[in-house]
């Protein structure tokens, strides 16, 4: 189904099951209450303004219906809808992937002084879970460990080589201190 004004060239696409009178009323009582941007542009207009253009009847699952409505959306350049009808898989979890970083970004403050609470509150339950998670990850953890022992790097106070996890340990110890007196 498409809504579509008689007085401007706006347009919204919209699927039913019912009758589209039905549906078109259902527009017209919701225009008054809610603030999408196709409702806020009904009340500017008039919602006695507004009719239904049927584009086709058929009958099919929902999800058949949502990516036939999806179409018709992006054919008409339907400018008020606001969300698509459909949406994958991939495109739901990344759209609850942004609305949750989202979330944790605006409440930074809010998500710390709840995990302190609670780490505070239940300090078995949490050391609990991290001997959990290290006995679950020990081969991954030793990995990285491994990893990050490779890298090596120059010590500047003696010029020697040494991986970058034991770099602080060398230079406390006696052999880096030895090459500074003797320089």
Known sequence: MVIGL???TDIYVSSTSKKPSYR???HKLKASTRNSSFYKRMREVGVKNWRMIPLITFFCDQKTIFEFENTWICALNADLNEHKAFRTNEEKFEQKRKATRKYREGNKEKINSKCREYCHN????????CRKYGEN???ELNKRKRENNREKVECESCMLEVTA?????HQRGEICKASEVIV
């Open 24 to 26: 078109l009323h259902d």
């Open 6 to 8: 008689a007085i401007t």
């Open 137 to 139: 990850s020990r081969d």
């Open 165 to 169: 996890t034991n770099l602080r340990r």
């Open 122 to 129: 239940h300090p078995e339950r949490v050391k609990e879970s």
